[in-house]
């Protein structure tokens, strides 16, 4: 399939709108930028608010940790497939992309990309199902990635991050795709606050929140556009698929045509508009396209079973052990000296020590900030006789003799 290109009407109206300085955006000002706590300190013009955001975003402590976290695949040992430190970057670049032919700001854009996804737990999807399973079962409550993104740069470490970047990341669920994305306002962290206990409290309200910028809309549906041809991609590598098994769709076929198409329809529909959307055509394709996924990759992803059997129970363990340590105030327990030490070394400010924080959201935070391999040492270390044990799959499967 051909890559698509912007029409010659609007690419000549953007050209004349740059040449001529026009304000055609609707960007949001660094200016009005909110924040919990108000800073006094002067803001250098070459730091604008959302670049802080950025630095306080990559600077933080967990950040490091998106490098061994699974997105899809999870027992495969291949350095081709897609770990999540590379899909926060693919969703920055297309977002970037998007948002600059729309005059949006691009720190803005950048800020909520890279931390979107900073609260995912080990074992991707599953593994975040397993953790909101456990901690509904002994709190009533719900566990979401996109949420726990917010409490881990807002709440774990008290990164005073604005208002703006923080709806953006709690409304970035990249799984439920709309024909057009529009801001709801947020206008106060009380509101804010309110909507995320919700989401804790009632099932399925995590996927009703929205970014309150267009910016964080063309994060929402980037980060749809980044593992639509991406996973196929990567299934492919594994063998898990043939490539051409996939049937031919109105947005491309491989990686760089899906991308490429969906970005320009964007931009075509979107340019000058407090919204963002794609025609009719292509939003059906990218439905069609994310069920195809389903079928054909996600149901059947390898290791779904062992997961399942193995690493659901592992976590269990865990979970059931870290809080008992933690109610009988075991110090030399990793849960105090790789989690709760690790946190307060940081040294933000904080109302209240960290340590106080109710005993499952403090099991739930040290399991959601553990890698892959790292929940599988842990429980290696806490259990040596566990009969469970993960098997992945190597580099030379395909070498291996029949």
Not at 291 to 300: K, S
Request: hydrophobic share 35%; glycine share 4%.
């Amino acid at each position: 399939m051909a890559k698509e290109r912007l029409s010659e009407a609007l690419s000549h109206q953007i050209e004349l709108d740059q040449r001529n300085h026009a304000n055609t955006g609707r960007a949001f000002p660094d200016s009005q930028a909110l924040r919990r706590h108000s800073n006094q300190t002067h803001t250098p013009v070459w730091r604008p608010n959302f670049a802080k955001d950025i630095d306080r975003i990559m600077y933080s402590p967990y950040y490091n940790r998106y490098t061994d976290k699974t997105q899809v695949f999870s027992l495969v040992k291949n350095d081709d497939v897609t770990r999540r430190s590379l899909h926060v970057q693919l969703v920055s670049r297309i977002a970037r992309t998007i948002g600059r032919a729309l005059n949006l700001n691009l720190d803005l854009i950048e800020a909520i990309a890279l931390g979107h996804d900073i609260g995912h737990p080990p074992f991707a999807h599953m593994g975040e199902r397993f953790l909101s399973e456990l901690y509904h079962k002994q709190t009533g409550r719900f566990f979401h990635h996109n949420i726990h993104s917010v409490r881990v740069l807002d709440q774990i470490f008290p990164l005073n991050l604005s208002l703006q970047t923080l709806t953006g990341i709690a409304g970035h669920n990249g799984e439920i795709e709309l024909a057009e994305y529009h801001p709801v306002p947020m206008e106060t962290f009380a509101d804010f606050d309110a909507e995320i206990e919700k989401c804790y409290a009632a099932a399925g309200y995590a996927n009703k929140i929205q970014p309150s910028t267009l910016e964080g809309n063309v994060v929402r549906i980037s980060d749809i556009i980044a593992y639509l041809g991406k996973d196929r991609q990567d299934a492919a590598n594994i063998r898990m698929v043939d490539k051409r098994a996939f049937s031919s769709s109105d947005i491309g076929t491989v990686n760089s045509e899906i991308i490429n198409n969906l970005v320009v329809n964007l931009i075509e529909n979107s340019y000058g508009k407090p919204y963002i959307m794609l025609d009719e055509k292509h939003f059906k394709a990218v439905q069609e396209y994310k069920r195809d996924n389903y079928a054909m990759i996600y149901i059947h992803e390898p290791g779904r079973f062992q997961l399942e059997q193995t690493a659901k129970p592992m976590m269990q363990d865990i979970y059931g052990q870290m809080l008992e340590d933690l109610q009988k105030d075991k110090q030399n327990s990793p849960i105090f000296r790789h989690h709760i030490d690790y946190v307060n070394r940081t040294h933000y400010p904080r109302p209240v020590p960290y340590e106080s924080t109710e005993p499952n959201q403090i099991v739930v935070d040290y399991i959601a900030s553990m890698t892959d391999d790292y929940l599988v040492d842990l429980h290696r270390y806490l259990f040596p006789d566990s009969p469970y044990n993960l098997d992945y799959t190597g580099y030379f499967v395909d070498l291996q003799a029949p």
